[in-house]
């Protein structure tokens, strides 16, 4: 079994227009949003082995927000250039990529490309807002089989879920 999930950063700010996209930090809803997200996510008993980030700077926000509520180190946390503006297939092949050692990741990153991927992943995910989560696990035993072999779960989780 290998575990996916395919994580939105959180909502990002946009008051500084001459600051490069990658460097846009995390905006006030975003810092509420992530760790309401984050404890959602332990309470249900995510433990991911690995976890990837854009290095984006709303990306990897998100991701050391989610990780703590988590438990897991910031160290933990890989950063990865292919993750950023980037096509969906780019995300793919970093997926397959992966080690088989590793049954659970979280990579957070972007749209649109997050949304194709899951999109392409499974047809009954069609947007990822700001902050969302797509839990899909695939009954396979590499990770090279992602997008060949379709999910035998998929969850989407939103933020403003009550």
């Given at each position: 079994m290998k575990t996916?999930?395919?994580?939105?950063?959180?909502?990002?700010?946009?008051?500084?227009?001459?600051?490069?996209?990658?460097?846009?930090?995390?905006?006030?809803?975003?810092?509420?949003?992530?760790?309401?997200?984050?404890?959602?996510?332990?309470?249900?008993?995510?433990?991911?082995?690995?976890?990837?980030?854009?290095?984006?700077?709303?990306?990897?926000?998100?991701?050391?927000?989610?990780?703590?509520?988590?438990?897991?180190?910031r160290k933990n946390?890989?950063?990865?250039?292919?993750?950023?503006?980037?096509?969906?297939?780019?995300?793919?092949?970093?997926?397959?990529?992966?080690?088989?050692?590793?049954?659970?990741?979280?990579?957070?990153?972007?749209?649109?490309?997050?949304?194709?991927?899951?999109?392409?992943?499974?047809?009954?995910?069609?947007?990822?807002?700001?902050?969302?989560?797509?839990?899909?696990?695939?009954?396979?035993?590499?990770?090279?089989?992602?997008?060949?072999?379709?999910?035998?779960?998929?969850?989407?989780?939103?933020?403003?879920?009550?």
């Amino acid at each position: 079994m290998k575990t996916l999930f395919l994580v939105r950063h959180a909502k990002s700010s946009w008051d500084e227009p001459a600051l490069a996209d990658k460097d846009r930090p995390l905006n006030d809803r975003g810092k509420r949003d992530a760790p309401k997200v984050g404890e959602r996510l332990a309470k249900a008993g995510a433990k991911p082995d690995l976890i990837l980030s854009s290095p984006a700077k709303r990306a990897l926000a998100t991701a050391q927000i989610i990780a703590r509520k988590l438990g897991c180190k910031r160290k933990n946390i890989v950063v990865d250039d292919r993750l950023y503006a980037v096509e969906a297939e780019v995300l793919l092949e970093v997926i397959r990529q992966l080690d088989d050692g590793v049954e659970c990741v979280m990579l957070f990153g972007h749209n649109p490309e997050l949304t194709e991927l899951a999109h392409h992943l499974s047809s009954k995910i069609s947007h990822l807002p700001t902050c969302a989560v797509a839990e899909l696990t695939f009954d396979v035993k590499s990770w090279k089989r992602i997008g060949a072999d379709k999910p035998s779960r998929v969850a989407v989780g939103y933020v403003r879920e009550s």
